[in-house]
C-alpha cells in the first residue's frame, strides 16, 4: 500500500529529479508587460495587486529597505504559485519540503542581519539585551535572545512546511474516507464530499496566507535591521 506521505517525495522522471522543473513552471504562467499603451485585463489586475502588495508591505520600512520590493514581491508571487499549483490533482508541491524552505528563508533573513550589522551595529546588537535588565540576568538574557534570534529562520521554514503538510495529510485522509463510505454509507460518502470540498477552499486560503505571512515575517525582520 502506498504511503500517504509518498506525495510528499520529490519527482522523478528516468532517475532525473523534477524539482527544477517546478520552480520554472510558475513563472511561466504570468504574463509578461507588453509594450503597448492598454495591456491585458489579467495584467492589469496583475500590475495592481503587485503594486498594491509592495506599498503595503514597505510603508512602515525606511527608505533604505525599498530596494528590496523586487526581492519581497517575486518571492510572494513565486510561494502563493507553488502553494496554488500544489492543490491541483497529481501535482508536487515544493514548498511541503523543509530544506526548500530553509534555502530561502537562510540567506534573507542572514541578510537583513547582516544588513543591520553594517549599518547600524550598536542598535543591531542592542536588541540582545533589553533596556533596564537588572545586571544578574543580563547574561542569561543575552544567550535567550540569541537564541531568539537564530531560530527565525527555522520558525519561518518549519511555519510554511508543516502548515501546508497537514492540509495536504488532511485532504487525503478524507478524500480517502470518502471513497470507501461511498459503497458502504452513501449518505456518510456525501457529507464527508462536503467537507472536503470546504477544507479545499480552505486550503487556497491557507496557501495564499502563508506566503504572505511568510514574506510579512522578512519584512519585519527586514524593518529592524533599516
Known sequence: MASFFDQFMSPTLM??????????????????????????RFLTLQ???INRFTSQLLMPINVG???WALVL??????????????????????????????GLAMPLWLATVLIGLRNQPTAALGHLLPEGTPVPLIPVLIIIETISLFIR???????????????????QLIATA????LPLMPTVAIVTSVVLLLLTILEVA???IQAYV???????YLQENV
Open 65 to 67: 529597505g525599498h530596494n
Open 47 to 49: 500590475s495592481w495587486f
Open 178 to 181: 470518502a471513497f470507501v463510505l
Open 73 to 102: 514581491a517575486s518571492l510572494m508571487i513565486f510561494l502563493i504559485s507553488l502553494n496554488m499549483l500544489g492543490l491541483l490533482p497529481y501535482t508536487f508541491t515544493p514548498t511541503t519540503q523543509l530544506s526548500l524552505n530553509m
Open 214 to 220: 511568510f514574506v510579512l515575517l522578512m519584512s519585519l
Open 206 to 208: 491557507v496557501a495564499m
Open 153 to 171: 529562520p527555522l520558525a519561518l521554514g518549519v511555519r510554511l512546511t508543516a502548515n501546508l503538510t497537514a492540509g495536504h495529510l488532511l485532504m
Open 15 to 40: 532517475g532525473i529529479p523534477l524539482m527544477a522543473l517546478a520552480f520554472v513552471l510558475p513563472w511561466l504562467m504570468f504574463p509578461n508587460p507588453a509594450p503597448r499603451w492598454i495591456n491585458s
